[in-house]
């Protein structure tokens, strides 16, 4: 079933103008949001000045809530849910986009800080799926914040802007390179090898010689540390501190047509879908729009889907409008429809083998279900009914959205997940769906404007759907 490319509906003028704009807004937002609590941060202040309340402020005023009334929990930082209170009980059910705004990257370890041969380094240990080859030789910033025993936080943001120094993981040089060009590439650059060199300035020589440092040039910037953010060597204990590609988000091509940034997976599903909420004024089922953290490693913990906070959130808006009870929860989680907003992989010309082209996702034809994913088998999917497809198809159309299905390369191939299956696990009607992405999980991953675009009018049509 051959789809029209979805540039034909936009041609030259205003209509494009609308396709660009918002990729515009978009590119800004992953260039300065490069982390989940960054993400969190500026959605959580966007809503706010949209009209949305705090879930936290409204239960300790013992508030009443109605059709219409916006309302946004934050989950520690890392994640977010938000609530346009349709007209309709939510025990009905409720609209759900679901997303995750962390991406695969390198984490500082707890100790990190340490000189080798007069070079001060920090190591690292990777976080989500990666090749690890793809993260040497890059310029690298440093994100996340550093929690003090005194209670404050000391946020870091180090390497994005222009005066910023920037840092790195070195490479073996080409020269001496005989032994390393015959590994796999899964040992070409191993995960202990992952660390950032970050000085070569020895402190001053002190002369008393009771009072001589040994690893001078970490001494050094443990000062540099201290004059400039007030931290210690014992307070990386309780840091956060994440190693991302250094610089903005790009317009990729000579046609502008498409995006090349850091943390596309999934932060392109993420935007829209936020954005998405922004437009709901008084729905007839209630709007959610679910942000969460930690499912580039199993969505564990407490900020990942397989936390109680969604439901916990449910039971809150829900006893706020006087509709609360165990089971009138569990009927509203039930009754509820779901886009698992997760990207997919985009077909790649330089490497065909391992598509099935009837069943792969294309930059330029919209926005893309997924009906299972998994890996050999279906293995570890949800895989979404036949009437819920069907369902969904209708909405698209109706509201003119280019849209497409796909899966995840061949058959035995690979694979992977998303949150889909934990919502599911509450009886919903979940289905994955989101963007086209090439490069997935590199430093650099590439998205088709106008593909965005049509997720977020798919999101749109999705939520208004009465």
């Known amino acids: 079933m051959d789809k029209k490319n979805a540039w034909e509906k936009y041609p030259q003028g205003a209509k494009r103008n609308k396709v660009y704009k918002f990729a515009e807004e978009y590119r800004q937002f992953i260039s300065a949001c490069k982390t989940e609590r960054e993400c969190t941060g500026a959605l959580y202040e966007k809503a706010i000045e949209a009209g949305y309340k705090d879930l936290d402020k409204l239960i300790e005023k013992k508030a009443s809530v109605k059709a219409g009334d916006k309302i946004i929990a934050n989950n520690m930082g890392k994640g977010l849910a938000l609530f346009v209170v349709g007209k309709k009980s939510m025990e009905k059910g409720m609209n759900i986009l679901g997303a995750h705004i962390d991406s695969p990257r390198l984490d500082l370890k707890q100790v990190p800080l340490y000189e080798d041969t007069e070079m001060a380094m920090l190591d690292t240990h990777y976080y989500g799926g990666v090749k690890k080859y793809q993260w040497v030789t890059l310029p690298l910033a440093l994100h996340g914040v550093i929690c003090k025993k ?170 706020l409008a006087g509709e609360y009870s165990e089971l009138a929860v569990r009927r509203a989680l039930k009754n509820s429809k779901v886009l698992s907003s997760d990207v997919s992989a985009a077909f790649d010309p330089n ?20 009906k299972y994913t998994g890996s050999r ?79 977020f009018l798919g999101y749109v049509a999705f939520l208004k759907e009465a």
Not at 351 to 370: D, Q, T
Request: glycine fraction near 8%; charged fraction near 30%; hydrophobic fraction near 40%.
């Open 150 to 319: 005194d209670g404050t936080t000391v946020t870091v943001n180090i390497g994005d802007k222009p005066e910023d120094p920037v840092f790195g993981v070195s490479d073996l040089l080409i020269h001496l390179s005989g032994d390393q060009m015959e590994k796999k590439a899964a040992k070409v650059i191993e995960g202990e090898s992952l660390d950032l060199l970050i000085g070569s300035i020895p402190a001053p020589e002190e002369e008393d010689e009771k009072k001589a440092v040994k690893d001078r040039v970490k001494a050094n910037i443990l000062t540099i540390l201290s004059e400039e953010y007030g931290v210690e060597e014992d307070d990386f204990l309780s840091a956060e501190i994440e190693v991302v590609p250094a610089g903005e988000a790009r317009d990729y091509g000579l046609d502008r047509s498409m995006i090349m940034g850091y943390g596309h997976d999934d932060r392109v599903c993420a935007y829209p879908s936020f954005m998405a909420m922004l437009e709901m004024k008084k729905p007839e089922y209630t709007s959610v729009c679910l942000l969460v953290d930690k499912e580039e490693i199993g969505s564990v913990g407490a900020s990942g889907m397989e936390s109680r906070f969604f439901e916990n959130c449910v039971a809150e808006v829900m006893n």
């Open 351 to 370: 490497y065909p083998s391992v598509m099935e082209k009837r069943n792969a996702a294309y930059f330029g034809k919209g926005l893309v279900f997924n």
């Open 377 to 455: 088998g279906k293995a570890g999917s949800n895989d979404a009914n036949a009437e819920y497809m069907a369902k969904l198809r209708r909405i698209m159309d109706d509201a003119d959205v280019s849209f497409q299905t796909a899966e995840l390369g061949k058959v035995d191939q690979g694979g992977g997940g998303t949150i889909a299956y934990i919502l599911a696990n509450y009886d919903m009607n979940v289905i994955d769906s989101g963007v086209a992405v090439l490069n997935m999980h590199a430093p650099w991953e590439i998205i088709s404007k106008v593909d965005l675009y049509e997720a």
